[in-house]
Antibody, heavy 121, light 110 residues
Framework: QVTLKESGPVLVKPTETLTLTCTVSGFSLSNARMGVSWIRQPPGKALEWLAHIFSNDEKSYSTSLKSRLTISKDTSKSQVVLTMTNMDPVDTATYYC?????????????WGQGTLVTVSS | EIVLTQSPGTLSLSPGERATLSCRASQSVSSSYLAWYQQKPGQAPRLLIYGASSRATGIPDRFSGSGSGTDFTLTISRLEPEDFAVYYCQQYGSSLEPYTFGQGTKLEIK
């Protein structure tokens, strides 16, 4: 059974750095035909892709947020970590991690439940 | 960056009717990398269609996807009460900006 679960702070202050962890089970982060992405959704708005990481440590970032994002993984812990620097109230959103799979056309076939992060002083 | 534009923004239909949702890309998208998701309030999105026309595991056959190039369609043949939700299209493309989503279509009960 594939599951992903996000964890991290629910409230961060402006200018702080956000660190989110995605813990996965039911598949390995070393699987060559899979990866993990982070996606966010501000309240009432559309989905926005942030970053992804593959088993070979290949990474990619949203062009608009690239300077603020870092994605990494710890295969032994089955965890993917996203950091976002210089948080602003406009970054208030539900943050999801999701699995991406080659045989699904690199679509997001499993999602975590999401974690709401509020940016406020 | 490839921009995906979904139409209509809101679609009001009754159970039993047929729903047709559109996703138009600003430049050609590989059919292999076009997907559709359903999202209900308070829930994570759920993958419905990948590769433009392949149903994901467990998705009922009333959901179908079609299209190529810049124009893609999600069709729900006979709406069930549980189908009323927001639907997003998504593409996987260039290495510069691998993933983009459309702005969503809200399917509401008429």
């Amino acid at each position: 059974q594939v599951t992903l679960k996000e964890s991290g702070p629910v409230l961060v202050k402006p200018t702080e750095t956000l660190t989110l962890t995605c813990t996965v089970s039911g598949f390995s982060l070393s699987n060559a035909r899979m990866g993990v992405s982070w996606i966010r959704q501000p309240p009432g708005k559309a989905l926005e892709w942030l970053a992804h990481i593959f088993s070979n440590d290949e990474k990619s970032y949203s062009t608009s947020l690239k300077s603020r994002l870092t994605i990494s993984k710890d295969t032994s812990k089955s965890q993917v970590v996203l950091t976002m620097t210089n948080m602003d109230p406009v970054d208030t959103a539900t943050y999801y991690c999701a699995r991406i799979k080659y045989s699904s056309g690199w679509a997001f076939d499993y999602w975590g439940q999401g974690t709401l992060v509020t940016v406020s002083s | 960056e490839i921009v995906l534009t979904q139409s209509p923004g809101t679609l009001s239909l009754s159970p039993g009717e047929r729903a047709t949702l559109s996703c138009r890309a600003s430049q050609s998208v590989s059919s292999s990398y076009l997907a559709w998701y359903q999202q209900k309030p308070g829930q994570a999105p759920r993958l419905l269609i990948y590769g433009a026309s392949s149903r994901a595991t467990g998705i009922p056959d009333r959901f179908s996807g079609s299209g190529s190039g810049t124009d893609f369609t999600l069709t729900i043949s006979r709406l069930e009460p549980e189908d009323f939700a927001v639907y997003y299209c998504q593409q996987y493309g260039s290495s510069l900006e691998p993933y983009t989503f459309g702005q969503g279509t809200k399917l509401e009960i008429k």
